[in-house]
């Protein structure tokens, strides 16, 4: 089992629309989350840390269920500039980042 | 200010070349990375420099080789390339090795490589 899971998709949305991504995980030693941004062919860029409390930064909101070990993004009026896949990324303190596979997101005119 | 910079942005290896990626950043990070990425898997570390003079394997170590030349730079080698290695690498640092929510990395612009 793959210790960062999240479903690749595609989320095909209309511009306007709110999405919501999962990730689970599955060491519960895991200390941090975050979520990265990667355009096609180009490198991931880090979107947000996610914390226990939960946070937003403008459109996008992030979710931790420890309880549960899963983590969300929300992302509220998607914007085409949007279309990118987004990267659960997990650190358990023993080896660096892990990170999942990515959910890809396409935005609609 | 350029970031994390890798060279090359393309290669093609036959099976059996040696080749040398290059990774340097201008951040004064402290750690660094290598990764692959293939399609469905997700980015794998392959090896990391917590700090200068330090290297770590990270999850699919085998079949490479890494060397922190200083501070700024750190180098992933293949000796004997093999289809298998092909995939897209990417290089990144990070001001400290802690993965605290503030320890964010930045990553280069990718090597692309295919083994034939």
């Known amino acids: 089992r793959k210790e960062v899971e999240q479903d690749p998709g595609p989320f095909n949305v209309p511009e306007g629309a709110t999405v919501a991504f999962n990730c689970t995980y599955s060491?519960?030693?895991?200390?941090?989350f975050f979520w990265y941004r990667q355009d096609c062919r180009k490198e991931p860029k880090l979107l947000m840390s996610v914390y226990s409390s939960g946070n937003e930064d403008g459109r996008f909101t992030a979710q931790l269920n420890r309880a549960s070990q899963y983590i969300s993004l929300l992302i509220r009026d998607s914007k085409l500039s949007d279309s990118a896949t987004y990267l659960c990324v997990s650190y358990t303190g023993r080896r660096a980042l892990t990170f999942g596979s990515g959910t890809r997101l396409q935005v609609q005119p | 200010n350029a970031g994390v910079t890798q060279t090359p942005k393309f290669q093609v290896l036959k099976t059996g070349q040696s080749m040398t990626l290059q990774c340097a950043q201008d951040m004064n990070h402290n750690s660094m990375y290598w990764y692959r990425q293939d399609p469905g898997m997700g980015l794998r570390l392959i090896y990391y420099?917590?700090?200068?003079?330090?290297?770590d394997k990270g999850e699919v170590p085998n079949g490479y080789n890494v060397s922190r030349l200083n501070k700024r730079e750190f180098s992933l080698r293949l000796e004997s390339a093999a289809p298998s290695q092909t995939s897209v690498y990417f290089c990144a640092s990070s001001e400290v090795f802690s993965g605290g929510s503030t320890d964010t990395q930045y990553f280069g612009p990718g090597t692309r490589l295919t083994v034939l």
């Open positions: 420099s917590a700090s200068e003079g330090t290297t």
């Open positions: 060491n519960s030693a895991s200390q941090s």
